[in-house]
T-cell receptor, first 111, second 116 residues
Framework: KQEVTQIPAALSVPEGENLVLNCSFT??????LQWFRQDPGKGLTSLLL?????REQTSGRLNASLDKSSGRSTLYIAASQPGDSATYLC??????????FGKGTLLTVNP | SAVISQKPSRDICQRGTSLTIQCQVD?????MFWYRQQPGQSLTLIAT?????????ESGFVIDKFPISRPNLTFSTLTVSNMSPEDSSIYLC?????????????FGSGTRLTVV
């Protein structure tokens, strides 16, 4: 069974800190990995997509890496802001076009 | 990437009734997906809907409970039938498929369902 695990489940940091969210997956036959943001009671906003042939992707203050051999991905957020407070989900894309999601990391950035 | 309009955004329903959720996409897409997110949990795939064929349901989900329509390449509906409080969740539609390997998946804004 394909599983995706996210650590930590929750994280609280002061504004301005750099932080790392972790995602691990059990099946290395991955096609892509996608990071999403979810605000309370809302849908998902795509942040970054990493193809299996790539090592990392960057968008603004966000950087996501992918290590297929170890089954890990990280999302790095630089200079965190209160507006970054949300739940961050990683999802593994497989050969059947389906996404397998982790349970998410609830991030709180305190002003 | 595609833009999805999902409605309703939220609803409070009586047990035993049914609710139909609609998703409209601004471009033609082959595959649409329906997910459920129970309180405090991550997303679970309910079914995959391709235009012109029956939806494919994941283990634990059945057509009688969650009938899906896919009349064309830009539209799909999910009905939650004979609702009980356990159906209270956020329901989301998503588009992706072959292009997703390059462009990823896009999600609707979600329908927050409360069954009382």
């Amino acid at each position: 069974k394909q599983e995706v695990t996210q650590i930590p489940a929750a994280l609280s940091v002061p504004e301005g800190e750099n932080l790392v969210l972790n995602c691990s997956f059990t099946d290395s036959a991955i096609y892509n990995l996608q990071w999403f943001r979810q605000d309370p009671g809302k849908g998902l906003t795509s942040l970054l997509l990493i193809q299996s042939s790539q090592r990392e992707q960057t968008s603004g203050r966000l950087n996501a890496s992918l290590d297929k051999s170890s089954g890990r991905s990280t999302l790095y957020i630089a200079a965190s802001q209160p507006g970054d407070s949300a739940t961050y989900l990683c999802a593994r894309g497989g050969s059947n076009y389906k996404l397998t999601f982790g349970k998410g990391t609830l991030l709180t950035v305190n002003p | 990437s595609a833009v999805i309009s999902q409605k309703p955004s939220r609803d409070i329903c009586q047990r035993g009734t049914s609710l139909t959720i609609q998703c409209q996409v601004d471009s033609q897409v082959t595959m649409m997906f329906w997910y459920r997110q129970q309180p405090g949990q991550s997303l679970t795939l309910i079914a995959t809907a391709n235009q012109g064929s029956e939806a494919t349901y994941e283990s634990g989900f059945v057509i009688d409970k969650f009938p899906i329509s896919r009349p064309n390449l830009t539209f799909s509906t999910l009905t939650v039938s004979n609702m009980s409080p356990e159906d209270s969740s956020i329901y989301l539609c998503s588009v992706g498929g072959q292009g997703s390997y390059n462009y990823g998946y896009t999600f609707g804004s979600g329908t927050r369902l409360t069954v009382v």
